[in-house]
């Protein structure tokens, strides 16, 4: 029988941790997109007040909320000089599936079968599920089966909060000066928008926003939205004839054109881009698109760029009367491209996974996070693991055995940083 926690540290932040993520995945963060304000849904304030308020009640006294719902909290350091790193995690959940009403259910050694759900007919099948089949024994966590869960990312803030409550427990440990930010609105690309790095004064900081036990990412993809207008010529469909030039269905033909067996995201994988139309809407008289395009490289996400844009004009053209109006929208770039120029910063993760008994996994993200954005903005900011899967779906699931290694991981983080100054 193997030893299911990573360390007897581990074991020691799980019950602490557990309670914690139970309490937080109960309030409804979920943000929503095209948002009006920061936040974007009242419900993300609640979770932020309520960790301001542990947050002070566990003596970091300058802990608060600030204007656009930024939680920021400091513990400050047992040595001196040393740096000041930063961990961030983000309050809000995915508008992807539905998250309020969550109700937890904490499976306890878990028998290596089909986990069924109460509700929504759910169930988590190891046959489909390779990380679920190495589990087994492990306490895995799930929703009613109607919601989302919320792993994504309230492990990452419960991991925070367990390791913060450690180290103040445990002051004759060396640590750093540690910041922390809480996030609103990561899910709906816009976490770093009003995050204030200068106030915030780290020399890096990591989001614990990683799924699968171990995981270090420091590539994210490159990520651009084309929005696409097409305008038509819109007369009365019984007095069409040789006049009417509909957009919409010239919109359907482009998308239509575009690779259906390449640069797709069901055929491809690891480090492989493509062109994704997310909507489609307009009449004959107008039309848009909106694709998002995604790769790791520059050069390949502009070659993608450029083939969406010449079978947009070659179909456009094809039909006289019709125009096209292309614009592109950046939204973040591969952060390797700036934590590569501060290697320490990942040198000491992934020193800190390996303290924890753990072999790091260095995938790409075939997505973003806050650290995409805040890694472009000055401040370096790679991803750490939290124990989390199947995100942004009613088949999410965390193992406390996994959420409890990331809270661990952080713990031996700031004690690796607090010897920096000597190195
Ligand atoms: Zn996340």
Known sequence: MPALYTSPLAEALAP???????RYVQIDTQSKVDR????????QLDLSRL???????????????????YVYATLPATVDDAPAIGLVAHVDVSPDAPASGVKPLVHRDYDGGVIELPLGGTYLDPAEMPELRDKRGHDIVTSSGDTLLGADDKAGVAAIMAAVHYLVEHPELDRTTLRICFTPDEEIGHGATLFDIEKFGARCAYTIDGSALGELQDESFTAVEARLRIDGVAVHPGQATGKMVSALRIAAEIIAA????????????????????????????AAQ?????????????ESHVELLRSTAERT??????????????????NMHEYVRRDPEVVAVAEAAIRAEGIEPLRSPIRGGTDG??????????????????EYHSVREWASLQDMAASAATIVRLTGIWAQANER
């Open 51 to 69: 960790l301001v308020q542990e947050l002070q009640t566990l003596g970091l006294a300058d802990a608060e909320l600030d204007q656009h719902g």
């Open 316 to 333: 456009v053209a094809s039909h006289p009367g019709a125009k096209l109006d292309f614009q592109l929208v950046r939204q973040y770039r």
């Open 289 to 301: 698109i909106r694709v998002i395009v995604r790769d790791f490289d520059e050069a390949l996400l």
């Open 258 to 285: 575009l690779p259906s067996d390449r640069l797709t995201p069901d055929t491809t994988s690891d480090r492989e881009g493509f062109l994704h139309p997310v909507t489609l809407d307009g009449g004959a008289g």
């Open 16 to 22: 602490d941790l557990l309670e914690r993520f139970t």
């Open 372 to 389: 995409s954005r805040l890694s472009e903005m000055g401040l370096p900011t790679p991803n750490i693991f939290d124990g989390g899967y």
């Open 36 to 43: 009006e304000q920061s936040p974007s849904t009242p419900g």
